[in-house]
């Protein structure tokens, strides 16, 4: 089976990828939120439909992303499920839920644009991520 080590160069750059996407939208986000009021340009859907599918391929890597425990490795596949479950998944599910498509028919679409914002928000709690691989290094 397939484990990604904390130190290989694919997870190094995929951590760094996924860190210029939140620092992208630590800035955009704000306001997209504050402005845009579900008035998308077809430019800014693509783009937020892209970043979505790249938090879908780290939500799927991290389930393979072995991790140090007390300097010990850890790479069994059920441990490294366990401890994504039970720490950050929620929060990715949420952050790729296209709320706005799920919603994009509704007769109450005016009241749901505030909901759509909310899983946008839960990617500036991403940013925690952030903040705490920088402490890391």
Do not use: Q
């Amino acid at each position: 089976y397939i484990i990604i080590l904390p130190d290989d160069n694919i997870k190094v750059i995929w951590e760094t990828f996924t860190t210029i996407l939140l620092i992208f939208l630590f800035f955009v986000s704000p306001y997209w939120l504050a402005f845009t009021a579900g008035k998308d340009s077809l430019a800014w859907i693509i783009v937020d439909e892209a970043i979505d599918f790249m938090f879908f391929i780290d939500i799927i890597l991290n389930f393979f992303s072995a991790y140090y425990e007390k300097f010990v490795l850890i790479d069994k596949r059920t441990k490294i499920a366990c401890k994504y479950l039970k720490s950050w998944f929620l929060v990715d599910l949420i952050c790729i839920i296209p709320f706005n498509l799920i919603f994009e028919d509704s007769a109450n679409y005016g009241k749901l644009v505030r909901l759509t914002r909310i899983s946008k928000m839960y990617r500036l709690v991403k940013m925690m991520r952030f903040l705490k691989m920088i402490k890391v290094w």
